[in-house]
């Protein structure tokens, strides 16, 4: 029951962020419109009146501007609203995949765990492991540069993370796990390797020592 619950989260939060993209198309066309467009002879906040401030003859131009305006404000509010949404179920997805069985973390050891099978193959990876800091929290867990990110956590192939969103979901993940493993699977080689990585303070910056890019 437990994982049909992650499976049903992994599709709301899919969901979400799919609307959440589908806004922000939305909302670069309005603002298009009110910048670079017919509507930039006001642009986001002008006047609607002409030089002399008499109201403008263009009567359609000035409709048009006013409801791409209020409309922009009104998905630019949706938009908080689906950004805080993805937050809140990104916290209760990471806290139910810890009680799973699928997502249990591993005893820590030096060695990482790897493995190669023909499912593992296809993940896509949607992170890449930039610098790792010497004596870091990453270093410690064996995480190298040029590692693929599979899943982190409760992030992985079935929420399906894609660029600058992978990233801020994982850094969520951090933010609610200090202190405590979180299950890393990358891929290094050809191969898989599955490591505990503990977000922790240590001498340098940040609580994990490594800067991670979109794969």
């Not at 006013?66 to 949706?78: G, I, T």
């Not at 990104?90 to 820590?108: F, G, Y």
């Not at 190669?116 to 410690?140: D, I």
């Amino acid at each position: 029951i437990m994982q049909d619950d992650q499976t049903a989260m992994f599709t709301r939060m899919r969901e979400t962020i799919s609307k959440k993209d589908e806004l922000e198309k939305e909302i670069q066309e309005l603002r298009d419109f009110l910048t670079t467009g017919k509507g930039s002879l006001f642009g986001l906040s002008g006047p609607l009146v002409d030089r002399e401030g008499y109201p403008h003859k263009d009567v359609e131009l000035v409709l048009a501007v006013r409801e791409a305006r209020s409309k922009l404000v009104r998905m630019q509010n949706d938009h908080k609203a689906l950004m805080l949404q993805i937050e809140k179920e990104l916290q209760e997805l990471h806290r139910v995949s810890k009680n799973t069985k699928d997502t249990a973390i591993p005893s820590p050891s030096k060695a990482p765990q790897v493995s190669t099978s023909r499912e593992e193959e296809k993940l896509v990876p949607f992170a890449r492991v930039n610098t790792v800091a010497a004596g870091s929290p990453a270093q410690g867990a064996d995480l190298h540069p040029g590692d693929l990110v599979l899943s982190f956590g409760s992030i992985g192939p079935y929420n399906d993370p894609q660029g600058p969103d992978a990233l801020r979901l994982v850094a969520g993940v951090v933010r609610d796990s200090i202190g405590q493993p979180i299950r890393v699977a990358v891929r290094r080689g050809g191969e898989t390797a599955r490591l505990t990585l503990t977000p922790r303070r240590w001498e340098g910056e940040g609580v994990l020592g490594c800067h991670l890019l979109p794969a």
